[in-house]
Structure formats: structure tokens, C-alpha cells
């Protein structure tokens, strides 16, 4: 209360006034969150012999109109034709695709957004980014942003050249735009692999998926089969018949009907599994995407589900990360998780500094390109600013779902948010500053290095 703060016994502080406190009281403390939970952080200490390899997880991110639907479908068309999936029916977030030897799973929600959603949440589900580019119409302002969030994730990309089956196609032109871009064609001596397809002919897909197989091998995507299942949760919903149904994305073990369940504060026990093709199935197993019917509400999408010893556990557990998330959501009004001041306060605390992220907005051009000259001559052994993404416009819900993935703060030149930017950013605990002029921003940064700033209101 000396501090200001009209706190009674029971009240939730938030994460600064705890950190106050315990300076006040020499006390050391560790803030453990329920977001970036306990779970989600487990290291498992598989032994080499228990793993085996499993399919990667390519998601298809581009432009709109680029034709990431058409390939998504083309691709589930080929594997239906080839009598490997009876015939697709369901829709359940992703399928699979068998290739020669190889199974590739696609997450079928195409797009950034849903991507970095899950990583907000600290899922890491994806493992290779197809970034469609169509050969008629170039690169365009999303196809930078899907670059830009597939890095940010550092997930390696593979670029697919759309529509060459069209008039006007020029495919050259992408990748001659690409590489101006920072991604350098292999076949031109860089390391980003492209390919020429259409979904309309189905040209090329052959390739891809021969490419998607490359990619995958270099990275030895492995896994423990053999132990009780943990993955993560790419869609859920209530369904009118079935109660609440969570298509799971099995990264670990495998999972039997009758397995006890705890996804996030929800938990349940597994009725039925249903895979991509709608046929029900005993088991799941590691890389396979399953609709698991029998939680007793509805799961969010990014959180991890996972196995655990009993109904009972799965409760108690369920039940403790819903007191604690609730709480979270108490603290997390009266602070942000990543604001400036913040930044140069837990580099001043000894803490190490990773550098300092920023996305940047802005109404034109020139002020992205002023600002990022400008920044470039801070002394960078201060600050090391890493700018995530930037680009015209205003702010977005994606710019925010964006910075809550990478931790980064989002800085705005004469544009505001736009839509449901602005409450995303604060249920997510994002700072968006708002600037006439590079060099209020610019002020800012120093006034930050060096422990001045006042906090935005
Ligand atoms: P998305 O917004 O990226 O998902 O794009 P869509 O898959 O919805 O495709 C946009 C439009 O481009 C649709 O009218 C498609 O039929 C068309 N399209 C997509 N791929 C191709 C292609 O390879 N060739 C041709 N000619 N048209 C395509």
C-alpha cells in the first residue's frame, strides 16, 4: 500500500509490483506463467533408440488469391485419387499426403495468421512454410508478410511458383523479385528451394511434394513413438452432436481411445478418434493429425494436449491451470508483457539482452526506410534492434499476433490500429506506440537505453 497500490489479501498483483516488492524485501523471485506453461516447457529425455522418424508438418502461407486454397485442395484431390484415403469427407484442420516412401501432414487452415496464433501461444507446430507466390501477379505486400512470420518462427521456406499454366505467367519474374527479397533461388546458386506448379493442372506437385521431402530429411524430424501421447491442439469446436471435438496434432507418443486428456484448464477422456479421411480409428500416432471426441469443453487452438495417468489427474490438473490462467488474466490488465521500458529494465536488471524487436508501420514508405537508417546508427552494442517485420498500412491483428509470438513492441508512424488490432494487443499484453515523427521515436529508444521513459498511456 506504501507503494500505491490499494492491494487487499486476496488480490492478484501484477508482474512489476511483484518484482518491486521482492526488491524492497531482498527476496529473489522466478514468475512462472500458466500461458507458457509448465508443460509446454518439458524437455523430454528420449533415448536415440525410442525415436523414430516422423512426417513433417507443412503449413501454405502467400498473398491472397495466390491460389493456397487450390493447392491445399489440389493435393488432397491427388492423395483421393490415389486410393491411399478412402474419399475425404472431413474437414478436421489437417490430412495427410503420402508420397513414394514419405507422409507429409498438411495443416489446411492456410495463412499467417492462424500460424502465428499458435505460436503466440508457445506452439511449435509447423516444420516447413510453403510460401505460394503466383507466377502472374508477383510478390505482393502478404507474401512479405508471410516471409517475415515464417521467419520470425525460423521455419525454413519453400517457395511454390502458382498459376504458370496462365497466360502472362512469368515465373522468372518471382524469383528475380524473391531474391531481391533476401530469398535466393537454389537454382541460381542460393539456398531456397522453388517450384513451378499450377493447382489448376496439378503441374508440378510432384515436385513440391519430392522438394517438401528434401527439406524434411535435412532437418531429421524424429520422435518417441512409443510412450503416452502430447501435442498440440490446430482446432477445436463444439459440435452439435458429438460435444466438444479438438482435432489433435500428435507430436510425441500415441495416443488409444481411453486415454485420460488435459488440454489447457479442460480434460476428458478419449471416446473416439477420428482421422482426415472420417474413418474411425484405435490409435494415433506421432505426426498424425486426430479428432479426439471426449473433452469435457471446448480446447483452444495452440494449446497442448497431453496424456497423463488418470481421469483424476487430468482433473486436478485442468483444474489448477484454470485458477491460475484466471488469475493471469487479472494481473495481466494492470501490465504489459513486453513494453520498451520494459526491455531496458530487465537489461539493466543483468538479465541478458536478446535484442530488441520491433515491428514497424507506418502511412508511407519513406518513413520505414528513414527509420530503419536511423536505427541502423544506435550504437548496436546497446541495442540490438531486430525489426521482425515492417510495412505500410495500419496496425493489424496480424502485426499483434506477430509481436506477441516474437515478444516485440510495435511501433506505429501516423496509422493507428485497424480493426480488433488495438484489444488484441492489450488481451495479449503487446505495446503499440503511436509517432508523428521518426525522431519521437527515436528519442524514445534512447530515453529507454538509458532508464528515462515514461510509460505510454
Ligand atoms: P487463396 O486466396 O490464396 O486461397 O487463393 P485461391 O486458392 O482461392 O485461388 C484464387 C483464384 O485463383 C481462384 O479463382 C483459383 O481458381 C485460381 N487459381 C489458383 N491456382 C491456380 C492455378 O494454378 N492456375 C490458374 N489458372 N488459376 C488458379
Redesign the pocket.
Known amino acids: 500500500m506504501l507503494m500505491g497500490e490499494m492491494a487487499t489479501l486476496t488480490q492478484t498483483l501484477s508482474d512489476d509490483t511483484i518484482e518491486l516488492l521482492a526488491t524492497e524485501f531482498e527476496r529473489e523471485i522466478e514468475i512462472v506463467s500458466a500461458s507458457d506453461d509448465d508443460e509446454q516447457e518439458v524437455v523430454f529425455d528420449d533415448s536415440e533408440a525410442e525415436m523414430v522418424q516422423r512426417p513433417p508438418v507443412v503449413t501454405i502461407m502467400?498473398h491472397?488469391?495466390?491460389?493456397?486454397?487450390?493447392?491445399l485442395d489440389k493435393l488432397r484431390e491427388t492423395e483421393v485419387a490415389s486410393g491411399e484415403a478412402g474419399g475425404i469427407t472431413q474437414h478436421i484442420g489437417a490430412y495427410q499426403v503420402h508420397h513414394g516412401d514419405d507422409t507429409i501432414t498438411f495443416l489446411d487452415t492456410?495463412g499467417h495468421a492462424a500460424f502465428t496464433a499458435m505460436r503466440a501461444r508457445g506452439a511449435r507446430v509447423t516444420d516447413i512454410a510453403v510460401i505460394?507466390v503466383a507466377a502472374d501477379d508477383g510478390v505482393k505486400p502478404q507474401t512479405q508478410e508471410a516471409i517475415d512470420h515464417a521467419r520470425a518462427a525460423d521455419v525454413p521456406i519453400i517457395v511454390a511458383v502458382?498459376?504458370i499454366?496462365?497466360e502472362g505467367a512469368d515465373p522468372v519474374r518471382v524469383r528475380t523479385e524473391m531474391a531481391t527479397i533476401g530469398l535466393n533461388p537454389a537454382d541460381w546458386g542460393g539456398d531456397t528451394e522453388f517450384v513451378d506448379v499450377?493447382?489448376?493442372t496439378g503441374e508440378g506437385l510432384d515436385d513440391l511434394l519430392d522438394t517438401i521431402g528434401v527439406v524434411a530429411e535435412i532437418q531429421e524430424l524424429t520422435a518417441n513413438a512409443d510412450t503416452e501421447a502430447s501435442g498440440v491442439v490446430i482446432e477445436a469446436r463444439l459440435d452439435q452432436g458429438r460435444g466438444p471435438v479438438a482435432t489433435v496434432l500428435i507430436q510425441r507418443g500415441t495416443l488409444e481411445i481411453g486415454d485420460p486428456i488435459v488440454s489447457g484448464p479442460n480434460w476428458g477422456k478419449v471416446r473416439a478418434l477420428i482421422d482426415y479421411t472420417g474413418e474411425r480409428i484405435e490409435v494415433a500416432g506421432v505426426g498424425d493429425p486426430v479428432l479426439v471426441l471426449g473433452f469435457n469443453s471446448v480446447p483452444s487452438a495452440g494449446d497442448l494436449a497431453m496424456v497423463v495417468d488418470s481421469e483424476k489427474t487430468a482433473r486436478t490438473k485442468a483444474e489448477e491451470r484454470d485458477t491460475r490462467l484466471k488469475a493471469e488474466a487479472i494481473a495481466r490488465r494492470s501490465g504489459r508483457k513486453f513494453s520498451l521500458e520494459d526491455v531496458f529494465k530487465r537489461d539493466r536488471a543483468g538479465e541478458e539482452m536478446k535484442g530488441l524487436p520491433l515491428i514497424l508501420k507506418a502511412d508511407v514508405a519513406g518513413s520505414l526506410e528513414a527509420f530503419e537508417d536511423e536505427i541502423a546508427k544506435l550504437p548496436q552494442s546497446e541495442v540490438l534492434v531486430d525489426i521482425v517485420h515492417s510495412g505500410v498500412g495500419g496496425v493489424t491483428e496480424s502485426d499483434v499476433m506477430l509481436a506477441a509470438a516474437s515478444q516485440a513492441i510495435i511501433i506505429g508512424f501516423n496509422v493507428r490500429p485497424v480493426g480488433d488490432a488495438a484489444r488484441v494487443a492489450d488481451h495479449e499484453g503487446v505495446e503499440i506506440r503511436s509517432y508523428e515523427i521518426i525522431y519521437r521515436a527515436l528519442e524514445d529508444l534512447r530515453d529507454a537505453m538509458e532508464g528515462l521513459l515514461d510509460p505510454e498511456q
Not at 491472397?64 to 493447392?71: A, R
Request: no cysteine; proline share 6%; glycine share 12%.
Open positions: 502467400g491472397v488469391d495466390h491460389g493456397k486454397t487450390s493447392l492456410p505460394v502458382n498459376k499454366d496462365k499450377s493447382a489448376k
